[in-house]
């Protein structure tokens, strides 16, 4: 990290928390300015202000549109700005998330105080920073179904799925039933949330 004073832009909507955090930034070397912002919408307002964002630590739950959801928009408004997410879940599937969409790094809020700044400071020396992941389940899957989970998570329907593994539409219609019942799932958005919580979706 250089010497150089740099703004950081602290998203989360608990007040408190923030507050905290940001008495837990103004003790690291290199913080000049912080920005603070409880939703997307509000973190935007930054764009253009100087001086300009050097890091974004974001929460995931957010109101509105939460951080995850969120981050594709701040990442193409802050450019090649590194992005510390923060969350207050465990849950493997977050930080697999958090991780294929570009993150810098994870952080669970319930960690120290000095695990927290340590994050910070590494993320800031251009270091990638996750806890261990664990190793996926072994989904049960036929590489077929693998193949239409994968675009069962993109959102596309049947007849779509269809058309891109060039099968018909009631070949598929009869893998995601079987794609469903392995993950314990009545919908297609429950099995898309049980994929990514097993490890399944990289």
Partial sequence: MNNTPSTVLLVDDHRLFREGLALLLRSQPGVGWIHEAGTIDEALAFVGVAPP??????????????????MARLQQAYAGIPILVLSGSEDPAHKQLALGQGAAGFVE???????????????WRGDRVFPPIPEAESTGLTPRQEEVL???????????????????ENTVRVHVSAILALLGATSRTEAVVAAHRRGWIR
């Fill in 53 to 70: 964002v050097g890091m974004i630590l974001l929460d995931i739950a957010l109101p509105g549109v939460d951080g995850l959801a969120g």
């Fill in 109 to 123: 809020k319930s960690a120290s105080g000095e695990e927290i700044g340590e994050a910070i400071l590494r993320v």
């Fill in 150 to 168: 994968h675009y069962l998570c993109e959102g596309l329907s049947n007849k779509a799925i269809a058309r891109q593994l060039l099968l018909s």
